[in-house]
């Protein structure tokens, strides 16, 4: 194996420091928002079955 060989089998100085970047910035935003409640938003599922007004009528076939 030549000094080539070695560099092309496992990932680049700059491709790992660019994910440790990353990284950082995730945990740095999961951070900031650490101990927030969610008072200020609702349920996602408002309305989701229409009104509920009517009864469900149900029939037997006839035939």
Same mark, same amino acid.
């Given at each position: 194996?030549?000094?080539?060989?070695?560099?092309?089998?496992?990932?680049?100085?700059?491709?790992?420091? &660019?994910? !440790? #970047?990353?990284?950082?910035?995730?945990?740095?935003? +999961? &951070?900031? !928002? #650490?101990?927030?409640?969610?008072?200020?938003?609702? +349920?996602?599922?408002?309305?989701?079955?229409?009104?509920?007004?009517?009864?469900?009528?149900?029939?037997?076939?006839?035939?």
């Amino acid at each position: 194996m030549t000094s080539d060989e070695d560099q092309t089998t496992g990932p680049s100085d700059e491709t790992k420091r &660019k994910f !440790r #970047e990353a990284l950082e910035r995730k945990n740095k935003a +999961s &951070k900031q !928002r #650490e101990g927030e409640s969610h008072l200020d938003g609702g +349920s996602g599922a408002q309305g989701t079955h229409g009104p509920v007004d009517h009864k469900r009528e149900f029939r037997r076939k006839s035939g």
